[in-house]
């Protein structure tokens, strides 16, 4: 018998192991390209039944296994689906893309939508994506989605599904948006998005029968029953399932008709009056009509169908305007009237008192208070016609001020209160009275002038003084001039300053009020430049010591002849002797006889000296002029006309021109003359000088 085959066993493990491969797996996918995934049948091979031998089975050779088969690395499991994200989509809109979610998936797997394979992105073991076709989405429907891989191994995983759904309508137009209540059946037209065949337009909760035009065109009839009443009702559009739903609502008003405002009672009003009710008149009214009044809902009661009763508040009456009253009907419909006019009014103000009601001329700023009745935040005052910023304090009190410019001068103001439109109206004038001050002099400038001074003009210093202010002089009227309400000029004349003394100044301010000041002396003195004695009051006695020791020489009178006027007189240049002079004046404030002599007690010897006057008010500076004496020259009893000294002692050469010898000199109030002494010889022990002089008026 010819040997046996030792590879027969493992021949027929192959085959066993085939065959139970092709049991597990009828079907393997081969292609996924197109169409669906093509299978490849395997019949199974029915095992060969081997003939027992007839004899007994020889003892077997021990033989070597044969070798597994080696595991192909492109095997692949078969793909499960778990999810696909998402799992819906709205007809008509884009073709989404998806997410397959999953196990086993590898990059050869695909993704196939009712058996058609999709353009696959391979994500991971875990994830497939892929776009549905925008096609798909035309009609409501279920679509089968699946993943397939390839062979080897592989095979395709049960399906899942994907739902095409009605969109949610959205409706954003109705046409028309209202109806008066009772009007018959009315065609609507609605307008939006997302609108699908069996879209019904939904009347609150009514059904209404609708026609399809587009996606975004329905149109539906709304039934005469369902206009009857007013209001509001939503509507809707419904879109069926799958998907679909309810779209927000625009409302459908049916409305209430129009009120119409024929007149209102009353139609005026005071500002700041109390509460009222207004009688409305009209048509058109319903139950629940409301009185507006500029623009408030008032307390409203309904009469009938053409009369409504308001009560207007006291609130409403604070501020001045003409303000509109109108009657508005409830929604729906109904609105509001053309409007009346209601005129909130100023009354016109009432002006009882002023405080103060008078000032002085010339003061300041002045506050003024105005008492009255009818007064509000935008009366006004006014002065003469004049607006004033004025200050609101109460309704009986208002204030304002009075410049300084407006009280300068006397006289009378008006003053009136304004209450301004409308309505309003301006107050009777009241008076207010600028009065002048009684003035007062403080000084004088200057305080003093010299007797028999040409006119002169004087500054009145002081207070109150006024524009129209006048000036005296010893009660006469004279010449003034204002500066300012502290100061005057004035000209005080010639004729008042002839002697010395005073003369009275007074400052009269006219009326109203008024009044004359004190009185303020100017004093009339003498011009004392260049007075060497002031001769005082009549009677009074000056000494002067005659210091020939300190005097200048100069020519001496001559004696040769017997003749002492002063026209005889000669000087003696060749006999020159120290000389005195004296600016003497009469300051009596009276005419006055000059004595003056020499008083020759002292030495108890023959004192002698010649003493003469001039009548100038200086000395004279040449010997010219030394000769134009007054009137003659003393040198006692011894010589010429023989005027001598009341005080003489032993002498008969002791000067003396006195009242009571004859040899005075007459002087005019103010009048200045020069006294004159000279020595006959100031260093005879002889007949020595005299040591004093004596002046005296008399």
């Not at 027992?52 to 021990?62: C, H, S």
């Not at 035009?213 to 809707?236: C, K």
């Not at 009571?660 to 005879?684: D, F, M, R, Y």
């Amino acid at each position: 018998m010819p040997a046996k085959s030792s590879s027969s066993p493992a021949l027929l493990l192959l085959l066993v192991s085939l065959l139970a491969s092709a049991l597990a797996f009828p079907a393997l996918v081969v292609g996924c390209a197109q169409g669906d995934p093509r299978t490849v049948d395997v019949t199974p091979v029915e095992p060969v039944a081997t003939q027992q031998p007839a004899e007994p089975a020889p003892t077997p050779v021990p033989t070597t296994p044969a070798p597994k088969p080696t595991a192909n690395p492109d095997d692949a499991m078969t793909p499960e689906v778990t999810s696909v994200t998402p799992d819906k989509g709205t007809v008509g809109a884009i073709g989404p893309s998806i997410v397959v979610s999953g196990n086993n998936f590898v990059p050869r797997s695909v993704v196939q939508l009712d058996g058609t394979p999709l353009a696959t992105n391979f994500v991971s073991g875990t994830e497939l994506r892929a776009t549905i076709p925008t096609s798909k989405l035309a009609t409501v429907a279920v679509l089968r989605l699946s993943v397939g891989t390839s062979p080897p191994g592989g095979g395709a995983s049960k399906e899942v599904t994907f739902e095409v759904q009605n969109p949610t309508a959205t409706l954003t137009s109705l046409t028309p948006l209202s109806r008066v209540a009772g009007s018959a059946a009315t065609t609507i037209q609605a307008g939006g998005t997302g609108f699908v065949p069996g879209a019904k337009i939904v009347f609150g909760a009514t059904d209404l029968t609708t026609t399809f035009g587009s996606s975004t065109s329905l149109e539906a009839t709304i039934p005469a029953s369902l206009l009857v009443t007013s209001g509001s009702t939503p509507i809707t559009v419904v879109n069926p399932p799958p998907g679909g739903g309810t779209s927000t609502s625009i409302s459908f008003t049916v409305t209430n008709p129009a009120a119409s405002v024929q007149n209102i009672n009353p139609s005026a009003a005071f500002v700041g009056s109390a509460a009222f009710q207004m009688t409305v008149n009209g048509a058109g009214f319903v139950g629940g009509s409301t009185v507006l009044f500029n623009g408030a809902s008032l307390a409203t009661t309904y009469v009938s169908a053409g009369q409504l009763k308001a009560q207007v508040p006291a609130g409403s009456l604070g501020a001045a305007g003409d303000f509109p009253v109108a009657v508005s009907n409830p929604p729906p419909g109904g609105g509001v009237t053309a409007p009346l006019v209601f005129r909130v009014q100023y009354p016109a103000p009432s002006a009882s008192s002023l405080t103060p009601s008078s000032v002085a001329a010339g003061s300041g700023p002045t506050d003024v208070v105005v008492t009255g009745i009818g007064f509000f935040i935008t009366s006004q005052i006014t002065f003469d016609g004049a607006p004033a910023a004025t200050t609101y304090q109460d309704a009986t009190h208002l204030k304002a001020t009075l410049t300084a410019a407006q009280i300068a001068t006397a006289g009378a103001l008006s003053v009136r209160v304004v209450n301004s439109t409308p309505g309003g109206g301006t107050s009777s004038a009241l008076a207010f009275s600028v009065n002048n001050g009684v003035p007062t002099i403080a000084s004088l400038n200057p305080s003093s002038v010299a007797a028999g001074s040409a006119d002169r003009t004087v500054t009145i210093n002081g207070n109150g003084f006024v524009a129209t202010s006048t000036a005296k002089s010893n009660g006469i009227l004279v010449s003034s001039t204002y500066v300012n309400a502290n100061t005057l000029t004035a000209v005080v004349p010639a004729s008042h300053l002839l002697n010395p003394g005073t003369v009275a100044i007074t400052v009269t301010n006219p009326a109203p009020g008024g009044g004359t000041s004190g009185v303020r002396n100017l004093t009339i003195g003498c011009d004392t430049s260049g007075v060497d004695v002031a001769l005082g009051a009549v009677g009074n006695l000056t000494t002067l010591p005659t210091n020939f020791a300190a005097a200048a020489n100069m020519a001496c009178f001559s004696d040769e002849t017997n003749d002492s006027t002063c026209l005889a007189t000669t000087l003696d240049p060749a006999r020159p002797q120290p000389g005195r002079y004296w600016v003497v004046q009469n300051t009596a404030g009276t005419p006055v006889t000059l004595s003056a002599w020499a008083d020759c007690t002292a030495s108890g010897k023959s004192d002698d000296a010649f003493l003469t006057f001039y009548r100038r008010p200086t000395p004279p500076a040449t010997e010219t002029e030394r000769l134009v004496c007054a009137s003659e020259i003393s040198q006692g009893v011894a010589w010429g006309n023989g005027r001598n000294s009341p005080e003489p002692g032993v002498s008969s050469f002791c000067p003396g021109l006195t009242k009571a010898n004859g040899g005075g000199l007459a002087l005019g109030v103010c009048e200045k003359v020069v006294v004159h002494i000279q020595p006959w010889n100031v260093t005879s022990l002889t007949y020595p000088a005299p040591p004093t002089v004596k002046l005296k008026p008399e």
